[in-house]
């Protein structure tokens, strides 16, 4: 069950730290600590929830075609330069929330822990396949 809602869960997570990271951004740099203090304790909770949701459950078979899908919204989350998002989307939440304006990189860091555990799946039932193909073959 959670290898279907995985994808729309990190998508909406990332935006969610995506959107709140200017506010803490804001208060940082107006130096009022104490009011960046709740911002920052969402964005590790996000992250916290992010990292659980993208590594949970890779122990089991994943098919192939959502591996894929996970493979590529990462993996242009990671290798896409945001000032494309706002190039291509205009000036919006999901823009902001993918750094476009802003040059936050929060959701491209959480990404890359997204793409590193799609990849390490599939290679690792890659190599399980052939292991068990190798296995019949000798018995």
Same mark, same amino acid.
């Given at each position: +069950?959670? $290898?279907?809602?995985?994808?729309?869960?990190?998508?909406?997570?990332? =935006?969610?730290?995506?959107?709140?990271?200017?506010?803490?951004? &804001?208060?940082? +740099?107006? #130096?009022?600590?104490?009011?960046?203090?709740?911002?920052?304790?969402? =964005? /590790? %909770?996000?992250?916290?929830? #992010?990292?659980? +949701?993208?590594?949970?459950?890779?122990?089991h @078979? @994943?098919?192939?075609?959502? =591996?894929t /899908?996970?493979?590529?919204?990462?993996?242009?989350?990671?290798?896409?330069?945001?000032?494309?998002?706002?190039?291509?989307?205009?000036?919006?939440? /999901?823009?902001?929330?993918?750094?476009?304006?802003?040059?936050?990189? #929060?959701?491209?860091?959480?990404?890359?822990?997204?793409?590193?555990?799609? /990849?390490?799946?599939?290679?690792?039932?890659?190599?399980?396949?052939?292991? %068990?193909? $190798?296995? %019949?073959? &000798?018995?």
């Amino acid at each position: +069950m959670i $290898k279907l809602i995985r994808v729309p869960v990190l998508l909406v997570l990332l =935006l969610a730290g995506g959107l709140l990271l200017p506010r803490y951004t &804001r208060e940082v +740099m107006l #130096f009022d600590v104490v009011a960046a203090i709740g911002p920052w304790l969402l =964005l /590790v %909770a996000i992250a916290v929830v #992010f990292v659980v +949701m993208a590594t949970t459950g890779r122990d089991h @078979h @994943h098919p192939v075609p959502l =591996l894929t /899908v996970e493979i590529l919204i990462s993996g242009v989350l990671v290798l896409a330069p945001q000032i494309v998002w706002a190039q291509l989307l205009g000036a919006n939440l /999901v823009t902001d929330a993918l750094g476009g304006r802003s040059g936050n990189v #929060f959701a491209q860091i959480l990404a890359v822990v997204w793409l590193v555990a799609a /990849v390490r799946t599939l290679t690792g039932q890659r190599r399980s396949a052939r292991r %068990a193909v $190798k296995q %019949a073959a &000798r018995d």
